[in-house]
């Protein structure tokens, strides 16, 4: 390893070999482990207290543990459609209640969408 005449790193300079990838310090595998001894001993518990007491932590937590690539079910399956095939089948949507349901033909429309 490189270092100036204070002592301090060279920028640029090869750092040394480190840990091999993959490896952990001791304290690291000491907590984890603790952990892990901790969570099934008390885990359940822990959970249902939490959302009981601070729900919004609770849903946060839950929220952080979905995969953010995930598509979303509830949106998703519009994505495979133009804008304009989607006016158009509203338009057939909107055709089709009013010929079964003519009295939704006889309302009359706001003059503007928040209006009520």
């Known amino acids: 390893m490189s270092r100036d005449s204070k002592g301090r790193f060279i920028t640029g300079g090869n750092g040394g070999p480190g840990r091999p990838p993959g490896s952990r310090n001791r304290l690291a595998e000491d907590f984890l482990s603790a952990l892990c001894a901790d969570w099934y001993k008390h885990g359940p518990a822990?959970?249902?207290m939490v959302r009981v007491k601070n729900p919004?932590?609770?849903?946060?937590v839950v929220a952080g543990l979905i995969q953010r690539d995930q598509p979303n079910p509830a949106t998703s399956y519009l994505d495979d459609y133009t804008d304009l095939e989607?006016?158009?089948s509203l338009k057939a949507e909107i055709v089709e209640l009013e010929r079964l349901h003519p009295e939704i033909a006889k309302t009359k429309p706001?003059?503007?969408?928040h209006e009520f």
């Open 46 to 48: 822990a959970i249902a």
């Open 56 to 60: 919004t932590a609770y849903v946060r």
């Open 86 to 88: 989607l006016i158009a």
């Open 110 to 113: 706001p003059k503007r969408p």
